[in-house]
C-alpha cells in the first residue's frame, strides 16, 4: 500500500480513503501496524484541531436520537463531523452501537458527516487504541467536530474522556432524588450534563433532574479547568431538536475559554503523554501473545500448577528464555 | 548470602531465618531477587501445608482485636500461626497495619506465633508478590495456619483471596438493613462472614446483623466450592473471646469438605497459575524501570506531547531502541 498517497487524498477529504485508513488502523496485522503508523506520521502536523467531544450516556437515553439531531444541527452550520464508537461489549456482540446505521438514518446520508461503528475487538484497550487513531485521521481528513459516543459501562467513559476535549454526559429524567446511580467517578469526569427527553411528559421531571445534578455537579467538585458557571448541567430534547444550540455554544464556549487558558492544549499533552505510555505497555505486554510465547506460558503454568516449579523461578525461565 | 544453609534453618523452623528470608524477599534490588528465588526453589516441597485464611475488615470493626484472640485461641491448641498483612496504604504510611506490635501485644509474645508487619512498597502488586512468598516462607517454616490480614480498601480484599484457601470478611454490628456498604464482588469472594462485637450492648444488633447477612449471602450465590450450609455468617466477640472455637471449627469443617472434594487443590493450582502469570507480565515491564529506559520514556513522551512524534511511533522507537 502507498501510505504517501493514501495520505494525500485523506488531506483532500476523499471519504474513502478515510474509510479505508481507519480499517487499516483497525488492523492486528503486524504489517498493517507498521503500515498505520506510516500514514499516522505522513498526516502528523497537517490537517485541522478539531474539537472532540467524548459523549457517554447508558441505553435508552436516546443517544443515537441526539446524536442524529445534534450532527444534523452541525451539518447544517457547514461543519463537518464525524461520529466514532468505544463499544467495550463489542468484542461479544460484534459492534453493538452504530453496528446499524440505520439508527442514524439522515444523519449517515449527509455528504458533511461520516459514521463509523465500533471496531469488534477483543479488549477494551484495543479499541480505545484504534479510536484515538481514527481521531487523527478525522481531524487530517478536515471535520471539524468529531463525536465519539460510548454507552456508560465499566470502564469505557474514563477511556473516551481519555480522547476527548469535552466529556458530556447523555441523561434521561429520573424521579425522586436518586442521581440515576451515576458514580460519583464520572462526575467528576464530566464537561457537561445533557438531560435528554425534555419534552411531553417528561419536561418538568427533565427540568427537575437537570437542577438535581447542576446541584450535585456544584457541591462535588471545583476543578482549574472549569471557568465561573461551569460545570454546566442543560436540558436537550432530540426528538423535538430543542436545546441543542444552547448546548453546543456552551460546549464552544467553554472550548475557547480553555484554549485561552492553556487548559485545552494542557490536555490533549497529558492525553497524548498517557496514550504514548500504554502504547508502550501494550507493545511490550504483546510479546506474550506470540505463538512461542503462548505455548512456553502454557507449559511453565502447568508446572507450577502442579508445585514442580515455583511461581518466580518459572517467570524468570519465561522471560530469558522464551521470549523472541 | 549462603541460601541453602538459610533454608536449613528455615526448615528447622528458626524464627530469626524466617524473619531475615521475608526481608529478603522483600528487597527489590536485582541480586536479592535471584537469591530469593533460590532459597525458594530449596523449599520447594518441603515444610507442611498450612491453612492459609484471608482477613478483611475496615477500620474500627476490632481486627486486630480479634486476630489476638483468635491467633491466641489457636496457639493454646499447639498450633503455629503466622499473622501477614496486605496494607494497600503502606506507600505512604510506612506500614500502618501491624506496624505497632503492641497492637498484639500477647500474640506478638507466644513462642508459636510468627507476626509480621506489611512491607512499605510502592504499588499493591509489589506488595502482594511479597506477601505470596513469604507465606510460601512460613509454609516451610511449619506453621499450621498463616493468617493474612487486610484493610478493605480497593483491590486488596481481592490480592488477599486469591492467595488464601479461606477468605473471611470481619463486620461490625449495623443497625438497620443496609448492608453496610459491602461491595457485592466482595460478598461473592467470601467464604466466612463473622459479625464482632457480639457482646454487651451490641449484642443483640450483631445478631441481627449476622441474619441479615446470612440471608444475603444465601440470596447472592451458589458456587461449587461451597458445601451445604455454606457459606455461613457467624457471630464473634474478640474482646470476650466468645465464638472464636466455632468458627474454627466452622473453618476447618469447610476446609476438609474442599480437601476432599478437590476444590482445594484446585484453588491453590489456580492461584499459582495466576501468580506466575502475573510475575511474568511484572518482570517485563520491569524493562520500563530502569535507568536507561526511563530518560528515554521521558524523552520520547516530551516529543509527544510537543506534536513532533506519533505516539505509535514513539512507541515503536521505545520499544525497539531504548530496552536493555
Known amino acids: 500500500m502507498d501510505t504517501k498517497d493514501l495520505a494525500e487524498r485523506i488531506l483532500n477529504g476523499e471519504r474513502r480513503a478515510l474509510a479505508r485508513a481507519i480499517t487499516l488502523v483497525e488492523s ?24 472532540r467531544v467524548g459523549l457517554s450516556g ?7 436520537t441526539f446524536i442524529e439531531a445534534f450532527g444534523m444541527m452541525l451539518t447544517g452550520q457547514g461543519l463537518k463531523v464525524a461520529v466514532l464508537a468505544v463499544d467495550p461489549s463489542s468484542a461479544r456482540s460484534g459492534g453493538s452501537i452504530l453496528g446499524d446505521k440505520t439508527r442514524m438514518e439522515r444523519l449517515s446520508r449527509e455528504r458533511n458527516a461520516f459514521i463509523r461503528p465500533s471496531p469488534a475487538q477483543s479488549h477494551l484497550g484495543g479499541v480505545a487504541r484504534r479510536t484515538r487513531e481514527a481521531i487523527d485521521l ?25 480522547m476527548s476535549d469535552l466529556f ?30 425534555a419534552d411531553g411528559d417528561l419536561k418538568a421531571t427533565a427540568q427537575r433532574t437537570c437542577a438535581d445534578y447542576a446541584g450535585a455537579l456544584r457541591l ?58 500504554s502504547e508502550v505497555r501494550q507493545g511490550l505486554l504483546a510479546r506474550l501473545e506470540t505463538k512461542r510465547a503462548r505455548a512456553a506460558m502454557a507449559d511453565l503454568a502447568e508446572e507450577v500448577a502442579a508445585g514442580r516449579l515455583g511461581a518466580a523461578e518459572a517467570a524468570q525461565e519465561m522471560l530469558e528464555h522464551h521470549l523472541d
Open 28 to 51: 492486528g496485522r503486524a504489517d498493517h501496524r507498521a503500515q498505520a503508523r506510516e500514514l499516522l506520521a505522513h498526516l502528523r502536523g497537517h490537517g485541522r484541531e478539531a474539537l
Open 58 to 64: 447508558t441505553p435508552g437515553v436516546g443517544k443515537s
Open 168 to 197: 458530556l454526559l447523555l441523561l434521561a429524567p429520573a424521579g425522586g432524588d436518586e442521581l440515576q446511580g451515576v458514580k460519583r467517578g464520572i462526575m467528576e469526569i464530566a464537561d457537561m450534563i445533557l438531560v435528554n427527553k
Open 220 to 277: 462535588l467538585r471545583k476543578r482549574p479547568q472549569d471557568p465561573q458557571g461551569f460545570p454546566k448541567a442543560l436540558t436537550v430534547s432530540a426528538v423535538e431538536e430543542a436545546g441543542l444550540e444552547a448546548a453546543w455554544q456552551e460546549m464552544q464556549a467553554l472550548a475557547d475559554w480553555r484554549r485561552e487558558s492553556g487548559h485545552f492544549a494542557a490536555r490533549r499533552e497529558g492525553q497524548a503523554r498517557y496514550w504514548f505510555e
Open 138 to 162: 478525522c481531524e487530517a481528513a478536515g471535520f471539524d467536530v468529531v463525536l465519539i459516543e460510548t454507552v456508560g459501562v465499566g470502564q469505557s467513559e474514563t477511556v473516551v474522556a481519555e
